[in-house]
Structure formats: C-alpha cells, structure tokens
C-alpha cells in the first residue's frame, strides 16, 4: 500500500487543556508539553503545511455537582461543545485535525466536531480501556471512562440526561469502531462491547496475531462492502490514549495498566492508518506529567505522544528523502 501523504499534509493543531472528566490533576498540561517537545517543527520538516489554533480556554464551572453517578457534567459537556465547534472549523479550513489533550472525555467533541463535517465517519480507538460506559453503568462516575456511549447510535436510548449535554448528537454507528490495545474493561462495558458487536483487539489478540495483523483486519474491517461489489472508505478518527501503551514506554498518565503495547507497536498503528490515506482527524490524550515520578518518565511519555503524531503524517522509520533531492556532483 503506497502512501498517500497529498491529503495528509494540512495540519491543523487544537490544545484541549481540560482535566474534568477525570479527578487526577496534571492532563491540563498536556498539550503544552508535546508542543515545547518540537511538534510543530518536526511536522514541518516532514513536509506538513501546520496551522497551530492554539488552546482553548476553559472556563470554570461553580457549583458542577454530579448528576446520579456522573462526575462534573457541567464542565464536561461545555467544554466539548466548545471543542466541538472549534473541530469543525479546522476540518473546515481543510486540515486534518490533531487534537493535544487532555483527558479522553474530550473524545465526545473532538468525534462530534468532525462528524458534523464529514458526517459518515470511522472511528479507530486505541486504548487500554474501552470508555464505552454509560452514566448509568459506569462505575467511577468519572466522564472519561464514558465518551463512547454518547456518540454511538445504537446507545442513544440508554443515556440519561445530563445537563449541559442536550446538544450532543449520536453520530457514529457500532459497526464502524475499532478497538486495539484492551486490557482492562469493566464488565458492564464487556456487556456493550458484546451486545454491539463492536470489533475489538485486546492485547490477548495484539499477541497472538501480530501488530500487523490486527491492522490489516482493522482496516478490513472498516472498510467492508457495505453493499455488495461497493467498498466503502469512510475519512478515518484516530483516538489515541497514551496509556494504550505499556506503563515502561509512557508512565505518566492517569490510569496506567502494564502488559500493553510496545513502543513499535503503538507507532506502527499510526504508520498504518496513515498509509490509507482516510486519516481525517487525530486525538492524542491523557498525558499527564504529573503522574510520572521521573523527569525521564515524562520526556518518554511526552516524546512517544510527538512520535505518534509524527506517524500519522507520514514519518517512516527506514527514512526518507526529498523528491527534489539531487547527488552533488564533484
């Protein structure tokens, strides 16, 4: 499969400095840090046109008690109306969008922005965890363990509401989801997974069958005739949770769990999907240099988060020159 990077190299960047749907200080800084790592420079040199739209601004939400189980659903669900709209406008202008988090309840704007602009979308979640938890089963109460459930179709009639999230409209169909890198999902969220019919890859299947492998049936799979004779190509949403991988590659996040991918794994994902030439829009999230107990933890986390960025847009590990280049003559 050739790389398609013509579609690919408008890159338009939007921090999410947004802690809410999670109780760990720190996920704020995220965007900041893969910035001042050199994001914007490298994506340069490998050729990309970037428009950096900066962060946005949070305001507080007094008085954010929970809604049954549901942890700040005020804030929560303001914030991704404001992630939302902002998503819409890069895709808009033309870019591909990248998405610097941020805990991963910023999911719900970032896939809603983008599907009100490309409308028919599929979604590739990588992630130790499946997020597929509604208000009602979640365990924590915590939003970010819940983002999934508000945009699939088929859960609509099983979320309560909440305020601050009449705005959200299910946009995404069970049959177009994705999941690598589970390893830690909560029964109830087993139950959804099953009773859906989503395709997953836990990190059971990442070992038996091969990173390359389990790239090669996602794609088989979200690219299915949906009639015959017809495949059908929907633009590509990269949702990717730092903690996907294992805790030895990116220690500092929230809720690590050992046994995950391995460094080459998670960029080979990246490499992949940009491979397709449907990569539409990226989340990197869950980066938090709070949870690192070393400088060295959170430089391997923060590099690896540039790293993954860097593989959707087609940086390749055997190297790579300009088209223009030419040998020096003695």
């Known amino acids: 499969m050739r790389r398609a990077l013509g579609q690919l190299r408008a890159v338009g960047l939007i921090g999410a400095p947004f802690s809410g749907g999670q109780p760990k200080d720190g996920v704020q800084l995220g965007p900041d840090l893969i910035r001042a790592a050199g994001l914007v420079h490298r994506l340069k040199e490998q050729g990309c046109e970037v428009k950096d739209y900066g962060n946005l601004t949070f305001e ?56 009100a602009y490309e409308k028919k979308l599929s979604v590739v979640w990588v992630d130790a965890h499946a997020d597929i938890n509604t208000p009602l089963t979640s365990p924590t109460g915590n939003i970010h363990g819940q983002p999934m459930s508000y945009l699939i179709h088929e859960l609509h009639t099983k979320i309560p509401v909440l305020p601050n999230f009449s705005w959200i409209k299910p946009c995404i169909a069970a049959k177009d989801i994705v999941y690598i890198g589970l390893r830690d999902v909560d029964p109830e969220e087993h139950y959804i997974l099953k009773y859906l019919g989503i395709k997953t890859f836990s990190m059971t299947e990442v070992d038996h069958l091969g990173i390359a492998k389990v790239m090669e049936q996602t794609c088989d799979h979200i690219f ?24 030895s590659v990116t220690p500092a996040t929230g809720t690590p769990v050992v046994g995950g991918l391995t460094y080459r794994e998670g960029v080979y994902i990246t490499e992949h999907i940009c491979e397709t030439g449907l990569l539409s829009a990226v989340d990197i999230v869950e980066v938090n240099p709070k949870r690192g107990r070393t400088e060295d933890e959170v430089r391997s986390t923060v590099n690896t988060a540039v790293d993954l960025v860097l593989g959707c847009f087609g940086r390749v590990r055997e190297g790579s020159h300009p088209n223009d280049y030419k040998m020096p003559e003695p």
Request: aromatic share 2%; net charge positive.
């Open 60 to 115: 507080d939400v007094p008085s954010d008690e929970p809604v049954g189980k549901a942890k700040r659903p005020r804030a929560v669900g303001r914030a991704n109306q404001q992630l939302s709209d902002a998503v819409r406008r890069v895709k808009s202008d033309g870019h591909t969008c990248v998405m610097l988090g941020g805990d991963h309840s910023l999911a719900i704007g970032s896939i809603h922005g983008h599907a």
């Open 224 to 247: 299915s005739k949906q009639v015959p004779l017809v495949q059908v190509k929907k633009p590509i949403h990269l949702s990717y949770d730092i903690d996907a991988l294992d805790p």
